[in-house]
Nanobody, 123 residues
Framework: QVQLVESGGGLVQAGGSLRLSCAASGRTFSNYGMAWFRQAPGKERELVGAISRSGSSTYYADSVKGRFTISRDNAKNTVDLQMNSLKPEDTAVYYC????????????????WGQGTQVTISS
């Protein structure tokens, strides 16, 4: 199994930026496809962005395309989410997720999850 720990959440004003980071431990990180999800109160969990094992391919939800960037460093066992031009509707708990099974990047089935980090955007 892989253990995932997120960091970097917080409170920022609309239009600002945040960078989330997820540190992985326990297994060979490069064997895992990785993703970031978010869940706002009263809403379903949403796949925000995903990245392939090598980092060569990425996927973004339409709601964040052009504003968010997912990246990974297999040498450091980390996956990051750079969030720019933040909006109040981006407020949610953000989760890092991983899987060993290779699926389409827009497939939201993941096996391993972090504990989540709160992101709050004030208007």
């Amino acid at each position: 199994q892989v253990q995932l720990v997120e960091s970097g959440g917080g409170l920022v004003q609309a239009g600002g930026s945040l960078r989330l980071s997820c540190a992985a431990s326990g297994r060979t990180f490069s064997n895992y496809g990785m993703a970031w999800f978010r869940q706002a109160p009263g809403k379903e969990r949403e796949l925000v962005g995903a990245i392939s094992r090598s980092g060569s391919s990425t996927y973004y939800a339409d709601s964040v395309k052009g504003r968010f960037t997912i990246s990974r460093d297999n040498a450091k066992n980390t996956v990051d989410l750079q969030m720019n031009s933040l909006k109040p509707e981006d407020t949610a708990v953000y989760y890092c997720a991983g899987r060993e099974i290779v699926r389409q990047l827009n497939d939201n089935r993941y096996d391993y999850w972090g504990q989540g980090t709160q992101v709050t955007i004030s208007s």
